[in-house]
C-alpha cells in the first residue's frame, strides 16, 4: 500500500473494525477500545503497554501525565503528534492498570501488526518492558537494552525496533529521565538512517532489471573468497 490516502482509508476502516472486538475478557470492562492515533504515513511509531484511566475516557493514547511529557520530549527533537503514531500492546484498558496478562496480549497483538502493515513505518519505538519484549521476540528487560536499535520484522515489513523507557517510569523515577531525553535526541538520525538504508534495499531490488540481459549474461559471478556485500541495516 504505497499511496498515503489509501494507507489513511484503510486504517480508519480497520479502526472501525476493531472498535467492537471481543477476543479478550478486556471488552467487558472498558469504556471504549483505544486503537491509536496520529499521522497514517508517520516513518515513526511509538507503541505503549496499554490504555491508563484517561486514556480509557477519552478514546486516544497517552492524554495522562505520561502523555504530556512524551509531548514535551517530542518536541525536543522537532517533532509533534501529528508526525507520528501512537499505539499500544493492548488496545484496552486493564482493570485498575494492572499489567496486561499473556492470554490479553496474544489477543490484541494481532490488532498492533495490522496497524504496523498499514502505517509501514520505518522506525518503531517501544516505550516499556510489555512492548519490547512483545516486538523484539526476547525476554530482555528495558533497562539493558533502551537505546539499542535492532533490526526486526514487523507486519510484513523490516523495520528498526528502538526500544525506550516509559515515559511514567521517568515521571515516578526522575533519575530516568536523562537516559530518555538522551536516547530520545537518537531518534532523527535512526529515522534518516533507516530511510537511507530502505532506499538502497529498493533499489537492489529493481537493479537487474536496469541492467540488459547482454550484460546480465556475460557478468562473472563472484570467485570463491571474494568479498561481497553485507545487506543489513547496520
Known amino acids: 500500500m504505497n499511496d498515503a490516502a489509501d494507507r489513511a482509508t484503510a486504517l480508519r476502516a480497520y479502526a472501525d473494525e476493531t ?45 495522562g501525565q505520561a502523555g504530556k511529557l512524551l509531548d514535551k520530549l517530542l518536541a525536543g527533537i522537532g517533532l509533534e503528534r501529528s508526525d507520528i503514531f501512537i499505539a499500544n500492546v493492548l488496545k484496552c484498558r486493564p482493570p485498575s492498570n494492572r499489567d496486561p496478562l499473556a492470554e490479553e496480549i496474544e489477543s490484541c497483538a494481532p490488532h ?25 521476540g526476547k525476554p530482555v528487560g528495558i533497562t539493558r537494552v ?14 528498526v525496533l528502538y526500544p525506550l523507557y516509559h515515559p511514567a517510569a521517568a515521571l515516578y523515577t526522575p533519575s530516568l529521565l536523562k537516559l530518555l531525553e538522551e536516547d530520545f535526541a537518537r531518534i532523527p538520525a535512526l529515522i534518516e538512517r533507516s530511510a537511507v538504508a530502505t532506499a538502497a534495499r529498493e533499489q537492489r531490488a529493481v537493479a537487474p532489471s536496469a541492467v540488459p540481459h547482454s550484460e546480465l549474461a556475460t557478468t562473472p559471478a563472484p570467485a570463491v573468497g571474494q568479498d561481497t556485500v553485507q545487506l543489513g541495516l547496520f
Open 146 to 159: 533502551h537505546g539499542q536499535e535492532q533490526a526486526v520484522s514487523l507486519g510484513g515489513n523490516s523495520v
Open 112 to 136: 498492533l501488526f495490522r496497524q504496523s502493515e498499514l502505517i509501514q513505518p520505518r522506525l518503531v519505538a517501544t516505550l516499556g518492558n510489555f512492548a519490547t519484549k512483545l516486538l523484539s
Open 19 to 63: 472498535a467492537g472486538c471481543t477476543r479478550c475478557p478486556l471488552a467487558v470492562t472498558r469504556t471504549q477500545v483505544v486503537f491509536g492515533s496520529g499521522n497514517p504515513d508517520a516513518d515513526l511509531l511509538f507503541v505503549g503497554e496499554a490504555p491508563g484511566f484517561h486514556e480509557d475516557q477519552n478514546g486516544v493514547p497517552f492524554v
